[in-house]
């Protein structure tokens, strides 16, 4: 039987209150969701000033990064680059920028998704909240980008 690590209740919270805080020293209205390897949300935050429809983006764009296994840019990258063809991927609705998958032990447990500023700014707010967390709190735990 094959087992597998899992991002627990209190690491989903660190990596929000983390971006909260990585959010709130930018002055960057954003909402941050954590999802599970399958893409299922485990927590979504949107800061005061986030338009609604950043909420639905940010889980879209996390969900995205968890099911491929990559970061959410990789397919808009593929769409601008001449393969339309994408749009039409199944489960995949956030292919865009901002999006990025968690590893551990080279297995992917979850991913962040960010939205609310510019698409390099969400992908940037999504990397610094993991390593952030790596020289940190989640350090001992193994996980990385």
């Not at 590893?103 to 700014?121: D, F, P, R």
Request: with cysteine.
């Amino acid at each position: 039987m094959q087992t597998k690590a899992l991002l627990s209740e209190q690491q989903v919270s660190q990596l929000l209150s983390a971006a909260k805080d990585l959010a709130r020293e930018r002055n960057w209205p954003v909402a941050i969701c954590v999802v599970d390897d399958g893409g299922h949300p485990l927590g979504l935050l949107r800061l005061d000033h986030t338009a609604p429809i950043a909420g639905y983006i940010a889980t879209e764009k996390a969900r995205t990064a968890a099911l491929g296994r990559r970061d959410s840019k990789v397919y808009e990258e593929m769409i601008n680059g001449g393969r339309p063809a994408f749009l039409s991927a199944p489960n995949l609705q956030g292919m865009l920028e901002g999006g990025v998958a968690i590893w551990h032990q080279g297995h992917c447990i979850g991913a962040i998704g960010v939205s609310g500023v510019k698409a390099e700014q969400d992908a940037e707010l999504a990397r610094l909240v993991i390593d952030t967390l790596l020289s940190g709190a989640l350090e001992d735990s193994g996980l990385h980008r």
